[in-house]
T-cell receptor, first 109, second 117 residues
Framework: QKEVEQNSGPLSVPEGAIASLNCTYS??????FFWYRQYSGKSPELIMS????GDKEDGRFTAQLNKASQYVSLLIRDSQPSDSATYLC?????????FGQGTILTVHP | NAGVTQTPKFRILKIGQSMTLQCTQD?????MYWYRQDPGMGLKLIYY???????DKGEVPNGYNVSRSTTEDFPLRLELAAPSQTSVYFC????????????????FGPGTRLTVL
C-alpha cells in the first residue's frame, strides 16, 4: 500500500461547481497535512495546511481531516478555470514529508 | 525576499558527467530539502538538512551528495550522471521541521529540469 494515495484523476468539473479531491495515508503517527497546487511546468505552491480533525476554510478552499479514518480532502467551491492544475497531498511523519502522486483537475468553462 | 532560488533552470548532461545544482534561500530557514519529481509522479525526498553542517538521507539518495556549509545554501551534487536521474529537481525550505505546526510549511524553488543523455 502506498504511504499517501490520491485519486489519480483526471478530475473534470464545470466552472462554478465544487471540486472534491481526496487523499488517504497509511501512517497513523502523521501530524501535519498539506495541499499543494502545481501548475504545469511550475513548482508546488502551498494552498492549505491542516493539523487537527475537522474542517479548515480559507476563501474558496476547505480542507477536511479525519485522523481516525486516515483521510484528508480538499474542496474547491465555485471552481474557476484558473484552478486547473495538479493538486498534491503531503503528509508529515518521522521527520519527513511524503507526497501523493497528485490529482489533475481540469475546470472547463 | 527572493524566497528559494535555484540554478540552473535547465541542463542537459551526458552519461557519466557530474554537476552541482545550486539552491539558496533568504528566509533564514533552518530546514532545507531536495526533491525530485518524475513525470506524472509526486515528489520524492533525496536529502535534507536541519541546519548548517547537518545533512541526512531521504527516500532516494543514491547517486547524489549534498553539503550545508551555510544557512542559506544547500547544493546538490550529481556524480556520474545516469539516464535514471533525468527529472525535475526542486529545493525547498521551512523554518521548522515536521513536528507539527505552521512553521513546518515548506516553500519551493522554481526547479531545475535535468536531462541525462
Amino acid at each position: 500500500q502506498k504511504e499517501v494515495e490520491q485519486n489519480s484523476g483526471p478530475l473534470s468539473v464545470p466552472e462554478g461547481a465544487i471540486a472534491s479531491l481526496n487523499c488517504t495515508y497509511s501512517d497513523r503517527v502523521s501530524q501535519s497535512f498539506f495541499w499543494y497546487r502545481q501548475y504545469s511546468g511550475k513548482s508546488p505552491e502551498l494552498i492549505m495546511s491542516i493539523y487537527s480533525n475537522g474542517d479548515k476554510e480559507d476563501g474558496r478552499f476547505t480542507a477536511q481531516l479525519n485522523k481516525a479514518s486516515q483521510y484528508v480532502s480538499l474542496l474547491i467551491r465555485d471552481s474557476q478555470p484558473s484552478d486547473s492544475a495538479t493538486y498534491l497531498c503531503a503528509v508529515s511523519g518521522y521527520g519527513k514529508l511524503t507526497f501523493g502522486q497528485g490529482t489533475i483537475l481540469t475546470v472547463h468553462p | 525576499n527572493a524566497g528559494v532560488t535555484q540554478t540552473p533552470k535547465f541542463r542537459i548532461l551526458k552519461i557519466g558527467q557530474s554537476m552541482t545544482l545550486q539552491c539558496t534561500q533568504d528566509m533564514n530557514h533552518n530546514y532545507m530539502y531536495w526533491y525530485r519529481q518524475d513525470p506524472g509522479m509526486g515528489l520524492k525526498l533525496i536529502y535534507y538538512s536541519v541546519g548548517a553542517g547537518i545533512t541526512d538521507k531521504g527516500e532516494v539518495p543514491n547517486g547524489y551528495n549534498v553539503s550545508r556549509s551555510t544557512t542559506e545554501d544547500f547544493p546538490l551534487r550529481l556524480e556520474l550522471a545516469a539516464p535514471s536521474q533525468t527529472s525535475v529537481y526542486f529545493c525547498a525550505s521551512s523554518q521548522k521541521g515536521l513536528a507539527g505546526g505552521k512553521l513546518n510549511e515548506q516553500f519551493f524553488g522554481p526547479g531545475t529540469r535535468l536531462t541525462v543523455l
